[in-house]
């Protein structure tokens, strides 16, 4: 029985909760057996904020070991795995700690507040012997699974064409400052360019477009154009200023030679040139369900982390650097490694 330790209640944090309560339900050999939070007895009691919805507003913590001190909850505690959903700038210090003395840890995304940060955690990873995995809960969503294994099998062709999009009403408190967030495009559009980098490679070369909106936040809203040397069109872009009645939103638009996919969050039509379209049936289960099945699994029966790794995320991170370097200078051609 695997022993878990989350840290972190907000949001990300109750929507993981949420997900170790069903695995528990349905008998995996897990328990979720501490939460740590500095805010623990405020946040206990009160609803979360967040862009989708969790699976209940107040959440009842009697049966959990509550914690306001991190040190204090690993010294009382004895836990196989710890799942970190704090603030991304406190990312790199936690995981790297942790590793270190033995644990495998679950991080959320973005990996970290640098790219130099993402590889530092990579490596301590390497060298601990420990698991490490990213919160990319794109690669494990069933709409964006389907786009993967219809690029990878060929069966329509190469993709001509790529559109991603994402978007929602702002966040709240420490989101706002880009110094401990990155703003939008680190902490939202990171996972449509971490989807395309998984799909078709590092590009060669990105261009962004981007804007400022709400005070201090950094970007909050950018278009980004990726550059790749076989053609194809590819382009992501997010919003966080999508307020009044919007909600949050999240899709794409794939096209290929013989064929073209749409997504629209929910449903995927899937529209072959010599045929009639379909909707494509897809499992019920979320990204952030299947994320953590697949690398409890892996820790379970110590299988190599693969769809995920911890240098694929850091390359993420690398490429956000690029689009926000570029965005910088009003879109100017930003060449990667």
């Known amino acids: 029985m695997l022993k878990v330790g989350l840290i972190g209640f907000g949001f990300m944090g109750r929507m993981h909760f949420d997900n170790y309560v069903r695995l528990t339900e349905e008998g995996y050999p897990v ?12 946040l206990k009691g009160g609803k979360a904020d967040g862009n989708m919805s969790t699976a209940r507003e107040v959440y009842d913590l009697s049966s959990y070991n509550l914690y306001d001190d991190l040190e204090t909850m690993l010294e009382q505690e004895v836990l196989d795995v710890v799942d970190i959903c704090v603030p991304t700038y406190l990312h790199a210090g936690i995981t790297c700690s942790l590793l270190e ?45 389907y786009l993967k294994e219809t690029v990878e099998s060929g069966k329509f062709g190469e993709v001509t064409e790529g559109y991603f999009y994402r978007g929602s009403g702002a966040p709240k408190d420490w989101f706002l400052d880009e110094q401990l967030s ?44 990726y550059y790749y040397k076989d053609g194809k069109v590819v382009n992501a872009q997010v919003d966080w200023t999508l307020e009044g009645d919007f909600g949050f939103y999240m899709g794409y638009r794939v096209n290929f030679e013989k064929g073209n996919l749409v997504f629209d969050g929910n449903q995927l039509k899937v529209n072959p040139n010599d045929g009639p379209g379909f909707i494509a049936e897809l499992s019920p289960d979320t990204g952030y369900y299947r994320e953590l099945v697949y690398f409890l699994d892996a ?31 009003q879109g100017e051609w930003v060449v990667l490694d």
Not at 31 to 42: N, T
Not at 118 to 128: H, I, L, Y
Not at 304 to 324: G, H, M, Q, Y
């Open 299 to 329: 820790v379970i029966h110590d299988k190599p982390i693969v769809v995920c790794t911890p240098e694929s995320a850091a390359e993420s991170l690398e490429i956000v650097e690029a689009e926000v370097q570029s965005a910088d200078t």
């Open 31 to 42: 328990a979720l057996s501490a939460i740590c939070d500095l805010r623990i007895e405020e």
């Open 182 to 225: 990155g703003g939008s495009i680190l902490d939202m559009h990171i996972h449509d360019t971490d989807m395309i980098s998984y799909l078709f490679g590092k590009p060669d070369k990105v261009s962004t477009l981007a804007r400022n909106v709400l005070p201090g936040s950094g970007y909050d809203l950018c278009s980004t154009h």
């Open 101 to 145: 003395r033995g644990y495998h840890v679950f991080c959320e995304k973005p990996m970290g507040r640098t790219s130099a940060e993402a590889r530092r955690m990579a490596e301590t990873a390497d060298r601990s012997g420990r698991k490490l995995m990213i919160g990319q809960c794109l690669r494990f969503w069933p709409g964006y699974e």
